[in-house]
C-alpha cells in the first residue's frame, strides 16, 4: 500500500506491507514510484492499494494496527533496500553541469562527499527534503521565463537545513536511500516555491551546502595574462579610433564575437570589450559608495534591497526578476529590518507593521550597513541575538525567502 499524509512541509509518502487482515508488518517511509509499486504487487501476486489520508494523525491511526510477530520500528521493504548509495542525475537547473555528490550510510550516519571540493559531511538527519521551486529571470532576449532549481535537503529535527545538495535527484534513488535507514522523505517538488524557499532559507547551525561543481582558480600568471589582454584591447581600440576607425573597431569587435564559438571565449571576450577591465572596478567602487550612504543594501551580484516609488525592492539574483514590496506601517507591508544571529547562522528578516515576517534573506548582512539604509528610507532596525524559539517562529511563518 502506497500512502501520503500532510506534513509539516509538504506531504510525507510512505509505503507499507500489510497482512491479510489489513495489518502492517512492515513500513518504509518515503516517496515511491507508483509504478513501479504495481509492478513489484502484480509480480508477486499481491493486492495494491493507495491511500491519501486528510490528516497526519489519521495516518498515525491507521499504520498503528500492526503485526504481532513484526517489529514495530520495522523500516526497510526488500525490494527497496538494496541501494547503497546515490547521485544527482542532472543539474540543479536546466544545463547545470552535473554535480559530483555522493550520498551513503555509515550505519545510521550520513555521509556526504563532495569529489571536486575533496571534503565530506556527516551528520544525523531526521528527513530528507526533496525539492524543487521556481523563480522568475529574464533570459539574455529580456524575456521572462521561470528558472526551476531542483535539489535535496537534509532536515534536523525541528525542520532546519542542516546540509543542501543542489541537483536533480531521482525519485526512486531518494526513496530508496531514505528507506535504507528508515527516514522519512518529505516530498516539496509540487510544493509551491515561495513555500520551497521559506523551509530553505530555514538553515541549522551548522548549515552547509555542497555543490559537487569544480571551484574555478585563477592563478596568479592568469590574473596577468587575463590583465594584460584586456589592456591590449583597451590600447588598440583606442589606437584605432584616435586615426578615425571607428568603423574598423566595430568590425574587428563583431568578428572577435564570432570567434567566441571556435575559441576559448574567456580571453576574445576580455581582448574584445576591454571596457569590462575599466568598468568593473568602477562599479564596484559606484556600489561601495551606495551602501555607505544608505541608497542599497547588499553586495554586487548577490541579494541586494533598495526602495523605488515606496517600495522596498528586493533583487535576488542578476537576472532574476525583482521582488517588490510596499513600505508602510501595516500588517502586510514592509515596516522592519531585523539584522539577526542564531548560534553562527546570520540573516535579514523584513518584518511587517504587526511583526510578522515577510521575506528571509539568510548569510552576512553587516548591522552598520542595514541600519543606514532602514535609517534613509524611513525603515524601524533591530540588530539582536534570536533565541531558538524565535528564530523557528520567524524561519516558520515567513511568507517567501532567497535560500
Not at 374 to 380: F, K
Amino acid at each position: 500500500m502506497l500512502y501520503g499524509h500532510p506534513g509539516p512541509y509538504g506531504t510525507v509518502h510512505g509505503l507499507a506491507i500489510l497482512d491479510d487482515r489489513g495489518r502492517v508488518m512492515l513500513d518504509s517511509p518515503g516517496p515511491r514510484p507508483r509504478e513501479a509499486v504495481e509492478a513489484v504487487a502484480a509480480e508477486g501476486g499481491l493486492t495494491f492499494a493507495f491511500r491519501l489520508y486528510r490528516t497526519a494523525e489519521k495516518a498515525r491511526l491507521a499504520l498503528a494496527r500492526r503485526a504481532p510477530a513484526v517489529h514495530p520500528e520495522s523500516a526497510v521493504s526488500p525490494p527497496f533496500a538494496e541501494a547503497i548509495e546515490v547521485r544527482p542525475a542532472a543539474g540543479a537547473v536546466k544545463g547545470a553541469p552535473l554535480p559530483a555528490t555522493v550520498l551513503s550510510w555509515d550505519g545510521e550516519t550520513m555521509v556526504a562527499v563532495d569529489l571536486p571540493a575533496d571534503r565530506s559531511v556527516r551528520l544525523t538527519p531526521a528527513a530528507l527534503y526533496h525539492y524543487r521551486h521556481g523563480m522568475a529571470a529574464t533570459d539574455s532576449r529580456g524575456k521572462t521565463e521561470t528558472q526551476v532549481f531542483t535539489g535535496l535537503a537534509v532536515l534536523d529535527a525541528d525542520g532546519l537545513v542542516l546540509l543542501d545538495l543542489p541537483g536533480e535527484w531521482r525519485i526512486p534513488d531518494v526513496a530508496a536511500f531514505a528507506a535504507g535507514a528508515g527516514l522519512p522523505v518529505v516530498d516539496a517538488l509540487d510544493a509551491p516555491s515561495d513555500r520551497v524557499r521559506a523551509v530553505l532559507a530555514g538553515r541549522a547551525p551548522g548549515w552547509r551546502r555542497l555543490a559537487g561543481l569544480p571551484v574555478a582558480r585563477r592563478s596568479g600568471a592568469k590574473r596577468v595574462v587575463v590583465v594584460g589582454a584586456g589592456a591590449a584591447g583597451l590600447l588598440t581600440m583606442a589606437y584605432v579610433v584616435s586615426v578615425g576607425g571607428t568603423a574598423a573597431w566595430r568590425g574587428l569587435s563583431a568578428l572577435g564575437w564570432m570567434l567566441l564559438d571556435v575559441v576559448d571565449a574567456k580571453w576574445f571576450a576580455v581582448f574584445f570589450s576591454p571596457l569590462l577591465l575599466v568598468l568593473a572596478p568602477a562599479r564596484q567602487a559606484l556600489h561601495v559608495r551606495q551602501v555607505r550612504r544608505g541608497k542599497v543594501l547588499g553586495q554586487p551580484g548577490g541579494p541586494r534591497l533598495s526602495v523605488r516609488n515606496g517600495m522596498l525592492r528586493i533583487m535576488r539574483a542578476p537576472k532574476a526578476v525583482p521582488l517588490d514590496l510596499l513600505l508602510g506601517p501595516g500588517p502586510g507591508t514592509a515596516a522592519c529590518l531585523l539584522a539577526y544571529r542564531y548560534e553562527g547562522v546570520r540573516g535579514l528578516f523584513v518584518l511587517s507593521g504587526a511583526g510578522a515576517p515577510l521575506n528571509h534573506l539568510p548569510g552576512p548582512w553587516h548591522p552598520e550597513d542595514v541600519h543606514r539604509f532602514a535609517v534613509r528610507h524611513g525603515l524601524a532596525f533591530e540588530g539582536r541575538t534570536l533565541n531558538r524559539e524565535e528564530y523557528l517562529d520567524l524561519a516558520s511563518r515567513v511568507r517567501d525567502a532567497l535560500p
